[in-house]
């Protein structure tokens, strides 16, 4: 079954469901890996089987992943999958609401400590790790001058190189390919 690329979401409720760092994880597995059952998912996250239970049925009352019953060997097993691959929101869209706004900036900032986290953590890696990556692995940040037109321009662009490597074939030649985790925020601000 195909997942569709991207939801916009202009439901506070699923924001608040996908925002806790738990089930913002296991959607990440999910989509790194692939439909897994509670015990990989719990395995893959360090977490009690029960605990990763209870957040994916958070998840699926919120449409973000649901289940896929034709993996399961038999009746006890189950399987899940997101529902889409990305997410996207615009706080805008929860501007009328002053509660629906407070979680939308919620997810927002959350969201923002989530791909802290991960570059954080790769720069606590240890040198063996980093080592075997040698220079592959980048920042960059760059100062423009931009109209609102021309930042959704070099969004659009952006997004379409990042999913032109996603949606690539990926070539039959052994080599080893790890999941690797790429962001980048354009945002007005002030040096």
Do not use: Y
Not at 154 to 172: C, F, H, T
Request: aromatic share 6%; glycine share 2%; net charge negative.
């Amino acid at each position: 079954m195909e997942t569709p690329a991207v939801r916009q979401i202009t439901d506070s409720r699923v924001l608040a469901a996908m925002a806790h760092p738990l089930r913002r994880r296991l959607m990440d597995v999910l989509k790194v890996h692939g439909p897994s059952t509670v015990g990989l998912l719990a395995e893959r996250t360090d977490q009690a089987p029960a605990n990763v239970s209870h957040h994916l049925k958070v998840l699926a009352a919120a449409d973000l992943v649901t289940e896929a019953p034709e993996l399961a060997r038999d009746r006890r097993e189950r399987w899940w999958r997101l529902v889409t691959r990305g997410l996207r929101w615009s706080s805008s869209d929860f501007d009328a609401d002053p509660a629906a706004r407070a979680v939308a900036d919620a997810a927002t900032s959350l969201n923002l400590d989530r791909h802290v986290a991960l570059a954080r953590a790769w720069h606590a890696a240890d040198e063996a790790e980093q080592a075997s990556w040698q220079d592959a692995a980048f920042s960059t940040d760059h100062w423009l001058r931009l109209t609102p037109e021309e930042l959704a321009e070099l969004s659009r662009e952006m997004i379409g190189v990042l999913s032109r490597w996603v949606n690539r074939d990926l070539p039959d030649d052994d080599a080893e390919r790890r999941p690797v985790f790429v962001f980048a925020h354009g945002i007005p601000a002030r040096p």
